[in-house]
T-cell receptor
Framework: NAGVTQTPKFQVLKTGQSMTLQCAQD?????MYWYRQDPGMGLRLIYY???????DKGEVPNGYNVSRLNKREFSLRLESAAPSQTSVYFC???????????????FGPGTRLTVT | KQEVTQIPAALSVPEGENLVLNCSFTDSAIYNLQWFRQDPGKGLTSLLL?????REQTSGRLNASLDKSSGRSTLYIAASQPGDSATYLCALGGGGKLIFGQGTELSVKP
């Protein structure tokens, strides 16, 4: 099993450009998540999807959109990139929604995005 | 609002030492607490998960404890090795999301 995969691994954008970060999991998990990690800030939740067809905002959703394409795939879109969105983006998945029991989250390797 | 703090931000120890990493939180209404390891330039690997009803979990040389009444969790690493060098993050599960601390960067010197 590949676990959680993310593409691309690195990306440089100019201010105002758009792009989509892709995430896929092969563990048949119900829930998927997008986080960003900034120095000194830990990981912060951007959006999550508790099940196929549903999405919810996390702590820092402004400037982002998501799509839960099917059970395997969860994409994150930046419509008009800004320098403040320079960060490392992680996708994660888990078998069940948070708060419903003791479940692990499994993380992808991350996408390092720089916006100039 | 739940706040999670990890102290110290960085720690350097000689190989073989036993060490403790700290995680404190402000709201005891949590479902679970997870400890993760992050190697430089890599994603996160789950180490231990403690349910809110549990007091501790063990995996090999790692032992994590949870004291909800005092708002604290500790990660104990026995007989540290250079391969343990990484950033360790705690995260609290509750209210439909995980809230992460900023992490402790551990360096184990040979």
């Amino acid at each position: 099993n590949a676990g959680v995969t993310q593409t691309p691994k690195f990306q440089v954008l100019k201010t105002g450009q758009s792009m989509t970060l892709q995430c896929a999991q092969d563990m048949n998990h119900n829930s998927m998540y997008w986080y960003r990690q900034d120095p000194g800030m830990g990981l912060r939740l951007i959006y999550y999807s508790a099940s196929e067809g549903t999405t919810d905002k996390g702590e820092v959703p402004n400037g982002y959109n998501v799509s839960r394409l099917n059970k395997r795939e969860f994409s994150l879109r930046l419509e008009s990139a800004a320098p403040s969105q320079t960060s490392v983006y992680f996708c994660a998945s888990s078998p069940a929604s948070l708060g419903t029991g003791s479940v692990w989250q499994y993380f992808g390797p991350g996408t390092r995005l720089t916006v100039t | 609002k739940q706040e999670v703090t990890q102290i110290p931000a960085a720690l350097s120890v000689p190989e073989g030492e036993n060490l403790v990493l700290n995680c404190s939180f402000t709201d005891s209404a949590i479902y679970n607490l997870q400890w993760f390891r992050q190697d430089p330039g890599k994603g996160l690997t789950s180490l231990l998960l403690i349910q809110s009803s549990q007091r501790e979990q063990t995996s090999g040389r790692l032992n994590a404890s949870l004291d909800k009444s005092s708002g604290r969790s500790t990660l104990y690493i026995a007989a540290s090795q250079p391969g343990d060098s990484a950033t360790y993050l705690c995260a609290l599960g509750g209210g439909g999301k995980l809230i992460f601390g900023q992490g402790t960067e551990l360096s184990v010197k040979p």
